[in-house]
């Protein structure tokens, strides 16, 4: 247990369907991250939130959509996805300080989307 | 573009052998980190290096990071089943404005 959770654990879904996925941490944190994780391939970082402000966005298709109402909560909205999206989709969040180049990211367990 | 390639990608070893894993690039980190990634969760940080030819230890493990900090490497003495999982390297640096830069993993199995 991280102390982030994420839901659902597991998604299919068809290339019209619209759903979401929720991330929740309980540790505090100001810096919240998705990141997409396809076999054999390094971590794709999508999205960051700072202080629920987003600060990066790694060219992400618009048909990905990211919401950070508060500090604790990171949702990622889905449209019109590709069977070329099917992935493990992970949440993150870490305690960024000011001057620090490194801070330890923590991760939930993932959601694993399909894409029919 | 900063790049972390990671070698061996898979790697299948006897319960009690040594093994090591490496991180490599032509950029210069600030820091690099060592994450395991278990079937069904996310990755767990393992260690933290941030000053050229600083080596970690943890239990059984021995982290190393290059002297010019453009390398890395993972030792495992005696490996055990429970060592098994995906490990990840993953590198900041000020050109990628302090965000993660990852490499593909070396996934580990430990056959008892």
């Known amino acids: 247990e991280t102390g982030v959770t994420q839901t659902p654990r597991h998604l299919v879904m068809g290339m019209t369907n619209k759903k979401s996925l929720k991330c929740e941490q309980h540790?505090?944190?100001?810096?919240m991250y998705w990141y997409k994780q396809s076999a054999k391939k390094p971590l794709e970082l999508m999205f960051v939130?700072?202080?629920?402000?987003?600060?990066e966005n790694n060219s992400v298709p618009s048909r990905f959509s990211p919401e950070c109402p508060n500090s604790s909560h990171l949702f990622l909205h889905l449209h019109t996805l590709q069977p070329e999206d099917s992935a493990l989709y992970l949440c993150?969040?870490?305690?960024?300080?000011?001057?620090?180049?490194?801070?330890?990211?923590?991760f939930g367990p993932g959601t694993r989307l399909t894409v029919l | 573009t900063q790049l972390l390639e990671q070698s061996p990608q898979f790697l299948s070893i006897q319960e009690g052998e040594n093994l090591t894993v490496y991180c490599n690039s032509s950029s210069v980190f600030s820091s690099l980190q060592w994450y395991r990634q278990e079937p069904g969760e996310g990755p767990v940080l393992l260690v933290t290096v941030v000053t050229g030819g600083e080596v970690k230890k943890l239990k059984r493990l021995t982290f190393q990071f290059g002297d010019a900090r453009k390398d890395s490497s993972l030792h495992i003495t005696a490996a055990q089943p429970g060592d098994t999982g995906l490990y990840l390297c993953?590198?900041?640096?000020?050109?990628?404005?302090?965000?993660?830069?990852w490499g593909a993993g070396t996934k580990l199995i430990i056959k008892p």
């Open positions: 993953a590198g900041a640096s000020q050109d990628s404005n302090y965000q993660l830069i």
């Open positions: 993150a969040s870490s305690q960024r300080l000011a001057g620090e180049a490194t801070d330890t990211q923590y």
């Open positions: 540790l505090g944190h100001n810096a």
């Open positions: 939130y700072n202080f629920k402000e987003q600060t």
